[in-house]
């Protein structure tokens, strides 16, 4: 995996990798993906592309920003094709450039295949040198094309065979969908760290549509029904004879990141077969049971806490209400316009509601803490506000390493929690008290009654599968 820090301290938080989607036999295919990877935007906003094929030619358009302003009518006229498939990126690996947004177009000796992919591989180096040696030529620094280039280099007689020898070899997390003229194909890997729903649109007059999509959120917009999850371990192939299904890998156990659950995902996404919201109105129940505390007030810190602080309100029996709102329509390129205005950037953003918080004791729900500094503009806002006590609750627990899998998380050494007390944290972002979710507790309310196994690295430092050190995969000079 290729990671890049966050240097920029503006929002420190934890950032979504991709979201992919695929559409199979639909007259406007290129329109239902559009609709959702606006619906899956939240998991990527600095590219976004759209391929689409017609059974003998095969188009690709992407560019820089968001779907919306990419894909106007005229350019999703373009776009012509019953099938589709669509990608929009946040950067964990690779350049931050056009030539790194996806569908990623690639003519092979296997025909022409486009590819989009959630996730992070873990195992590049060897690959690439091998692939190299053998005559491949990459046009991009992301490690999707990686996995292109080993179907195009596969010795399987068919291309189903071919993708599914190049997915058993390489390690880490992806959740792919791939088009061919005339096939769609969407996988996971072994473990299903990343997630990857199918569903239908149904049509009375001929076959239905088939759909892929990150989030089921996106399924909603198109009007198409939830089938199921694509296994961990599984290769679906879509063609007209129907919905083919192979695994290419068994017997590995279940490791799907369970930060989908506590901050990624949409609350109304349907997630590793259990509802965002579910598990984040738990992970607030457990919270007041772990660390409840007397107060006047339940206040989220907008978007990421107010499914975990409405949970903790119902079990505390303390009132909820929105004591920061949030101005939705700050983009991430402000600047400061001097460093001394230090809590400027968090002020752009939210606001605190004076009448409610002066001289109330507040119960401050937030999902994370990464590196402190925004958690403590906030308790110092609240408190500004006419606070008289800031006790802050995260609903997972602490966060002390790294990602290896997609997700964009700083070093271990500017994780706050890796390298201070909890007792250290919470005299540095100046609350009365702090508490976090118990790994127990965030673990039982994910899961539910779904038997599902979570990847919980980043807050015990067990990975799942064999890694490098972030740094020595990826020169500094290439990472941003």
């Not at 296997?110 to 690959?127: C, Q, R, T």
């Not at 190049?166 to 072994?190: C, E, K, N, Y």
């Not at 907008?302 to 009132?319: F, K, L, R």
């Amino acid at each position: 995996m290729r990671a890049r820090g966050l240097d920029n301290e503006e929002d420190p938080k934890l950032r979504e990798e991709c979201g992919v989607a695929a559409v199979y036999n639909h007259p406007e295919a290129a329109r239902q993906v559009y609709l959702s990877l606006y619906a899956l935007q939240h998991r990527g906003q600095e590219s976004a592309g759209i391929a689409t094929a017609d059974g003998k030619t095969l188009s690709n358009i992407k560019g820089m920003g968001l779907v919306a302003d990419i894909f106007t009518e005229d350019v999703l006229a373009k776009l012509q094709g019953d099938m589709s498939i669509g990608h929009t990126r946040y950067s964990t690996t690779g350049d931050s450039a056009l030539l790194n947004a996806q569908p990623i177009r690639v003519e092979s000796t296997k025909g022409l295949i486009a590819i989009a992919h959630n996730g992070n591989l873990v195992n590049l180096g060897n690959i690439r040198t091998r692939l190299e040696r053998e005559g491949a030529y990459f046009q991009t620094t992301s490690d999707s094309e990686i996995i292109v280039q080993l179907i195009a280099h596969s010795k399987a007689g068919t291309l189903v065979d071919a993708i599914a020898d190049s997915l058993s070899q390489v390690d880490g997390a992806f959740s792919i969908v791939m088009m061919t003229r005339d096939r769609i194909f969407a996988a996971r890997d072994p473990r299903g760290f990343r997630p990857l729903s199918m569903g239908v649109i149904e049509n009375p007059d001929g076959p239905d549509t088939v759909v892929f999509a990150s989030e089921t959120c996106a399924f909603d917009l198109l009007r198409a029904k939830y089938v199921r999850d694509v296994e961990p371990g599984e290769l679906v192939m879509v063609s007209k004879d129907g919905v083919t299904s192979r695994r290419y890998s068994t017997g590995v156990k279940q490791a799907s990141c369970v930060f989908e659950h506590v901050y990624f995902a949409r609350p109304d996404s349907k997630i590793f077969n259990r509802w965002v919201q579910e598990s984040r109105e738990e992970m607030g129940r457990q919270l007041a049971r772990e660390s409840g505390v007397p107060a006047d007030l339940v206040v989220p810190v907008p978007d990421s806490g107010v499914t975990a602080a409405i949970g903790y309100a119902a079990e505390s029996g303390i009132p909820f209400r929105f004591g920061l709102i949030r101005n939705h329509y700050v983009g991430r390129t402000f600047i400061e316009p001097e460093q001394r205005v230090r809590d400027f950037g968090v002020k752009l953003k939210l606001n605190p509601v004076r009448n409610l918080l002066q001289g109330k004791r507040i119960i401050l729900v937030d999902d994370s803490i990464i590196r402190g500094t925004t958690s403590r503009k906030i308790v110092r806002m609240v408190r500004a506000a006419g606070a008289k006590e800031v006790h802050l609750r995260i609903s997972c627990p602490p966060t002390i390493s790294p990602c290896h899998y997609g997700i964009d998380t700083p070093r271990k050494s500017e994780l706050i929690a890796a390298n201070q007390s909890i007792e250290e944290i919470r005299s540095f972002i100046e609350a009365d008290t702090l508490a976090y979710l118990s790994l127990d507790g965030m673990q039982h309310a994910c899961a539910g009654d779904t038997g599902n196994q979570f990847c919980v690295a980043c807050f015990t430092g067990n990975y799942p599968t064999e890694w490098v050190d972030v740094d020595s995969i990826l020169p500094a000079t290439a990472s941003l």
